[in-house]
DNA sequence: TAGATTGTTAATCGATTAACAATC
DNA sequence: TAGATTGTTAATCGATTAACAATC
């Protein structure tokens, strides 16, 4: 058994479904089908339906999907039915960023905790957070009981401050330094490197993708 | 023509190479496998081989890849070789922590220019750029030549935003708005959401993947 | 030479898309 | 009823992995 599981991609598209849901529920709109999601969404309808059969059968056929009852069984696929507090390593002005959003947006995840290694800055109150010494992490965040992790502290910091909050519990994390986190098998990571991110993105602005330059070329000579 | 162009995919790794290649030069190694790069960034030895193929021949049969060469040439590939000016439009205390990154670390690829739509921050330094008045961009941005772009505003503004960019010639863009951007198909858009990153870690936080439950629960009753 | 490792072709795997019977 | 749209199976496409001759 453990077989069927579902697919990655699938679970990184539910979140732009809600979305976009949202936005559909908030219009009025009460009824959509795959064809004009797949417009909306840029995606195909078939990948919408079979994406969604995965967890149940939401729709209606000849008629599409009814949008608040689509919204809430995706809410409840992704566990957005329960409310998730997110601990956050390093409060940097990234770190602080992070709790901006935190704050205002999603109830259903929060940053409720946020350590720094920097005593000087425990104590400050940054979006809803007290700032809490990072010497005091490991405690705190088996006493709450949190499985989520952020993590914004600089890149050499960022393997040891991993380790901490996994043997504290945290079985899922997002990380923000610029490192290959190691973890055990049960732990997900998802990474967002700003820096990766930016060196990709130089690639397509030079047109490097648009010419069928098959042109191998190598910068110096052989070595 | 046109056709074979670069799988995305492997454009996308080859910062995470170029980042672990820094590393193996800064330690002083002079030379690398396959087999060891994949041990160590978590891939397959065949998978990394046969990206790099893609744009020439690399290494030496028997012995690897060197290391230096190798960044070189990826390097180029990327067109980390030239220097990229980028445009931020937004500075809120994300906008400000991506000026943080940008000025430290790399390069190639440096945030020369930043916009925001409240006057009161016009004239202000964050990192080593001066804030400029988002009505002065699209003039700005066409003086400077700008390609490469990071939106960073609320996402009632994003879209706009985006597409006096894209007018103003910029071709590759770094979103870290919640909406889906509309562009047209030379343009490339990166989306960096950190609220879909978070839900898509509830999904995997709760264990919902390591159950092969299938089944298929549904909040409540056909509506 | 013998061992290591590439570049590349073939095999496999997984994800996307098309097609269509079922049915609202 | 006729038209629309689902859920699902089959076909296609693309990406990953295995295997191996070439060769350092």
Redesign the interface.
Known sequence: ??????PKSV??R???Y???LEELNQRGIPTVSSQVLGD???LNPAQIRKDLAF????G?KGIGY?VS?LT??IQ???????S?D?ALAGV???G???C??SKS??R??TITHAFDANEEKVGMVVGDVTILSARTMSTVLRQSNI??G?IAVPASAAQQVCEEMVDAGV????NFA?V?LKVPK?V?V?S???????????????????H?S?G?????E??
């Open positions: 058994m453990k077989e069927s599981s579902i679970i990184l539910l979140p732009l809600l979305r976009h909306e969404l840029d967890f149940g059968d939401f209606r009814n009852f809430q069984n409840h696929i992704l566990r957005l039915d329960e998730w997110v940097g002005r990234l602080m960023a992070l901006d959003y947006r999603h259903a995840l499985r989520i952020v079985t899922a994390l997002l610029p290959l049960h997900h998802r967002a490197d700003f820096t990766s991110e930016l060196q990709s993105l130089a690639y397509y602005a030079s047109g490097a993708n648009s069928s098959s191998k070329g190598t910068v110096h052989k070595w």
